[in-house]
């Protein structure tokens, strides 16, 4: 603010006074009269308690909608939902409100798992970089799915992770006990055996998942 009302020339104070009038203008979004094609939503969090709810036509990127709330709820998502056409498609990054929500309002619609959420839930699993082969290879495979623009190319890449799952099935299937591993927090826990590779796991079986769900392609 100091330095905008130093570039007009007048005291912090008065270009607050000045812009006051800005905070009640109600930003408003031409809503579409047709459907899009594909709708993609997603919600940003931001300070003091607020969460900005965004739909924008995935083919363009234009924005279609938009919603305030404090979380990203069942609620919130119908309300950003409400008055437009149902679309052919919806790209979310897999929360459960948005899902409810699209089937509430947008029952025909199918839901399709924004690809670049998928590599970053994979990337939390495996990290940046893994230090097994295992780790490194699916890794490499989830950086290829979001470059997937049709069919063959998805039955390609789900070729590519059937090869993934003989060449590493046994290292997923490994699991370690409590007795041979007694210091172990899981142990202390009460836990008498777990998944020794569970993040590798989980992101390998996240995949599976999805794709039984229709929803990853």
């Not at 009640?24 to 009269?33: A, D, F, G, S």
């Not at 495996?126 to 989830?142: E, I, M, Q, S």
């Amino acid at each position: 603010l100091a330095q905008a009302a130093a570039m007009l020339g007048v005291s912090p104070r008065t270009f607050i006074r000045r812009i006051q009038w800005c905070w009640h203008v109600k930003p408003e979004i031409p809503r579409p009269t047709s459907p899009c094609r594909a709708v993609e939503a997603d919600g940003t969090y931001v300070p003091y308690g607020w969460c900005l709810l965004v739909a924008i036509d995935a083919v363009d990127g234009t924005p279609v909608a938009f919603q305030w709330c404090d979380t990203e709820s069942r609620a919130a998502y119908t309300r950003l939902f409400s008055g437009l056409p149902a679309p052919r498609a919806l790209v979310t990054d897999g929360g459960a409100g948005c899902a409810a929500a699209a089937a509430d309002t947008w029952k025909d619609a199918r839901i399709q798992r924004c690809l670049v959420h998928v590599l970053r839930n994979t990337r939390t699993d495996l990290t940046c970089r893994p230090r097994t082969d295992a780790g490194k290879d699916l890794l490499r495979l989830a950086r290829k799915l979001v470059k997937v623009r049709d069919a063959d190319a998805a039955a390609a890449w789900l070729n590519l992770l059937n090869d993934w799952h003989t060449r590493y099935a046994d290292i997923i299937g490994q699991r370690t006990t409590a007795r041979d591993d007694p210091g172990n927090p899981k142990a202390r826990a009460g836990h008498t055996w777990w998944w020794t590779h569970a993040r590798l796991r989980r992101a390998y079986y996240r995949f599976i998942r999805l794709q039984r769900d229709g929803t990853l392609f």
